[in-house]
């Protein structure tokens, strides 16, 4: 059985109306591993012959953060914890719901200034495609859903989902629907610089958890120089 514990979740915003409205995707079962991924910004200068010398240390923002994890799910743990209404839709669909909530993260939802002008050009610009004509400029159908990766009070980001693999190990007899599957998920966390295009009351809230998880950053790397003090003292020559 699933148990009771702390979990980590997807929790997906929807800006339809005057506050977001929260799609929590709690984990049935915490990843046993999790990968952590840091890629420093690009340099902000050239060191290349026969050209004046840059400052190596130029950078063009701030690093890019990635997770990568697997998710495991299973309808029979979920019918033998014996919620009535949890219980009665995984006998019938198996862990169909679970898998349909992560793959809606993936899918743009309207844009929040398209409305009927962007509906229209975005026709214009399919039928021009059509006739041969080139495009100036591409009309998006709407953005990806903001997305929080929850895990523990330590770790809220906002992130995109960048991959989403999906394997089906076990179906049920009778329908077909599986029962039993892993998703492999790869998120992006998103930058400082890339929050400035959310907008609205989620915005606030994306920037607020940036800053908070920025403060804390700080503040633990703080912490451990009560680790180093001692040790670094004899390490240096001067």
Same mark, same amino acid.
Do not use: C
């Given at each position: ?85 949890? !219980?009665?839709?995984?006998? #019938?669909?198996? *862990? &169909?719901?679970?898998?349909? +909530?992560?793959?809606?993260? $993936?899918?743009?939802? @309207?844009? !929040?200034?398209?409305?009927? #002008?962007?509906? *229209? &050009?975005?026709?214009?610009? +399919?039928?021009?495609?059509? $006739?041969?004509?080139? @495009? ?103």
């Amino acid at each position: 059985m699933a148990g009771n514990y702390l979990r980590g979740a997807f929790i997906q915003f929807n800006n339809s109306f005057p506050l977001p409205v929260p799609n929590l995707i709690l984990f049935q079962y915490n990843p046993e591993t999790m990968t952590h991924t840091w890629t420093p910004a690009q340099s902000g200068g050239s060191n290349s012959p026969g050209q004046n010398p840059s400052n190596p240390l130029a950078v063009i923002g701030p690093p890019e953060e990635a997770f990568s994890f697997d998710l495991s799910m299973d309808s029979y743990d979920t019918i033998a914890d014996g919620n009535a209404l949890t !219980a009665g839709l995984a006998e #019938v669909s198996g *862990v &169909s719901p679970r898998l349909a +909530a992560l793959e809606m993260l $993936l899918f743009p939802v @309207a844009a !929040a200034s398209g409305g009927l #002008v962007g509906a *229209v &050009s975005s026709a214009i610009s +399919a039928i021009g495609s059509a $006739l041969g004509a080139a @495009a100036s400029t591409a009309v998006p159908a709407g953005n990806l859903p903001v997305v929080f990766f929850i895990w523990g009070p330590g770790r809220i980001a906002p992130v995109r989902i960048e991959s989403l693999t999906i394997t089906e190990t076990l179906y049920d007899s009778l329908s077909l629907v599986p029962v039993h599957a892993s998703a492999q998920l790869g998120l992006k966390v998103l930058t400082r610089p890339e929050l400035q295009y959310l907008k609205g009351a989620t915005g606030t809230i994306a920037r607020a958890a940036d800053t908070y998880a920025m403060t804390l950053r700080e503040a633990l790397a703080i912490a451990n120089l009560a680790n180093s003090t001692e040790s670094i003292a004899g390490m240096l020559p001067f």
